[in-house]
C-alpha cells in the first residue's frame, strides 16, 4: 500500500508561482510513473503533466512552457513548479502514481489534493 500527500496549493494572483509536492509513503517497491492531474469546478479531470522514473516529460499545451514536473526518486516525491499563473489554472491538482511490486503487478495511487486559486 502506498500512501500520497500533495502539498503546496494555495492562492495568488495572476502572474504569480505555486510549487506542488507529492510524498509517497508506505510500502514502496517502485515508483514508475508519476502524474499531476487537475479538475476545475464542472469539468472533467486532465492530464497535466509527466514524469517517467528517467525523467522524459510530458505535458498539456495549456501548461507548456510555464509549468515544469520533477522528481526525487530517493525521496519518492514529485513536484510541480508552476510559473506564470493564469485564472483558468484554477483547480484541485491531484498527484497519481504508478506503482509496480516485485511480481510485475502495477497499481494507482492518487493524493488527496491541493487547491489551487489563481485571481485575476
Known amino acids: 500500500q502506498v500512501q500520497l500527500v500533495d502539498s503546496g496549493g494555495g492562492l495568488v494572483q495572476a502572474g504569480g508561482s505555486l510549487r506542488l509536492s507529492c510524498a509517497a509513503s508506505g510500502n514502496i517497491f517502485s515508483i514508475n510513473v508519476m502524474r499531476w492531474y487537475r479538475q476545475a469546478p464542472g469539468k472533467q479531470r486532465e492530464l497535466v503533466a509527466t514524469?517517467?522514473?528517467?525523467?522524459?516529460?510530458n505535458y498539456a499545451d495549456s501548461v507548456k512552457g510555464r509549468f515544469t514536473i520533477s522528481r526525487d526518486n530517493a525521496e519518492n516525491t514529485a513536484y510541480l513548479q508552476m510559473n506564470s499563473l493564469k485564472p483558468e489554472d484554477t483547480a484541485v491538482y491531484y498527484c497519481?502514481?504508478?506503482?509496480?511490486?516485485?511480481?510485475?503487478?502495477?497499481?494507482?495511487?492518487w493524493g488527496q489534493g491541493a487547491q489551487v486559486t489563481v485571481s485575476s
Open positions: 514524469i517517467t522514473k528517467d525523467g522524459s516529460t
Open positions: 497519481n502514481v504508478l506503482h509496480s511490486v516485485r511480481d510485475g503487478r502495477q497499481y494507482i495511487y
